[in-house]
């Protein structure tokens, strides 16, 4: 869901750089896919939602397939995932930002939690992040550095109890992410995770929280307004360009002051 229409700042080094976004059919990943496409990136985006993905290129580009394009990709499947990736660099170019934006937060029970359901949210929340960056650092070498961005979520920071697994890939993540700054910054490539609050998706809206929950967030944040993905997707951008040359291995939180 975007939020109002608020003035964006613009950020020429993006312009014509080949951006590769995981999970960008819906919530925060679209808003991410909207807001590099209007800095004038190439965008490839994947997802499992084919509907949602062929609405998203059909509202942003329409039949412009010079600038953005979608494929289904289930991020569990890495050998599939590779070979997308490759095939996104054939359409566009090497990849100079990497968005590690899919995830799945669905909620579950810690004492009934079994090894295969463990497993399975692992190779949606956490494994996926770290071989779609292994796959982009050839291209980002190619193009003299570039820019990873994982993101993270403030849920195990606040101990929220009811996605164990979920909080487990996030905090990792973050332990990633910081281990591949210093590997890969020789080359300058950064890495960084961006941290959402609890931000007011239609999935968090309409499948997620309860009317006591609006009262829980309002109370912890600082800034008492909605965090929308829009937030999000603005800290993605700087987080990509050159402004932000010299930030890497960072965790950087957008939670309207929650944490």
């Known amino acids: 869901m975007s939020a109002n229409n608020e003035q964006i700042s613009q950020y020429p080094s993006l312009n014509n750089k080949h951006v590769f976004i995981t999970g960008g059919a819906t919530?925060?990943?679209?808003?991410?896919?909207?807001?590099?496409?209007?800095?004038?990136?190439?965008?490839?985006?994947?997802?499992?939602?084919?509907?949602?993905?062929?609405?998203?290129?059909?509202?942003?580009?329409?039949?412009?397939?010079?600038?953005?394009?979608?494929?289904?990709?289930?991020?569990?499947?890495?050998?599939?995932?590779?070979?997308?990736?490759?095939?996104?660099?054939?359409?566009?170019?090497?990849?100079?930002?990497?968005?590690?934006?899919?995830?799945?937060?669905?909620?579950?029970?810690?004492?009934?939690?079994?090894?295969?359901?463990w497993d399975d949210q692992m190779a949606v929340n956490l494994r996926p992040n770290f071989?779609?960056?292994?796959?982009?650092?050839?291209?980002?070498?190619?193009?003299?550095?570039?820019?990873?961005?994982?993101?993270?979520?403030?849920?195990?920071?606040?101990?929220?109890?009811?996605?164990?697994?979920?909080?487990?890939?996030?905090?990792?993540?973050?332990g990633m992410t910081r281990t591949l700054a210093k590997h890969h910054g020789r080359d300058n490539i950064r890495v960084n995770t961006l941290i959402p609050g609890w931000v007011m998706t239609e999935k968090q809206l309409y499948h997620r929280l309860q009317a006591s929950d609006f009262e829980d967030i309002r109370k912890n944040q600082c800034i008492k307004e909605t965090l929308e993905s829009t937030h999000i997707a603005s800290a993605a951008l700087f987080l990509a360009a050159d402004d932000s040359k010299m930030l890497t291995a960072q965790s950087i939180i957008v939670d309207g002051g929650w944490v």
Not at 147 to 167: A, C, E, H
């Open 27 to 117: 919530g925060i990943g679209a808003e991410i896919v909207r807001a590099f496409y209007q800095q004038g990136a190439k965008v490839s985006f994947i997802d499992i939602d084919e509907p949602a993905s062929q609405q998203l290129c059909a509202e942003m580009g329409g039949s412009d397939e010079q600038r953005i394009q979608y494929f289904v990709c289930d991020i569990r499947n890495i050998p599939h995932l590779l070979e997308t990736i490759n095939l996104a660099k054939s359409q566009f170019g090497d990849i100079g930002v990497l968005v590690n934006n899919a995830a799945n937060d669905a909620r579950h029970d810690t004492e009934s939690l079994s090894v295969e359901y």
């Open 131 to 174: 071989f779609t960056a292994q796959a982009v650092v050839t291209h980002m070498k190619r193009l003299g550095g570039g820019s990873i961005i994982n993101l993270g979520s403030i849920s195990w920071r606040i101990k929220q109890d009811f996605m164990p697994v979920y909080t487990t890939a996030k905090a990792a993540l973050e």
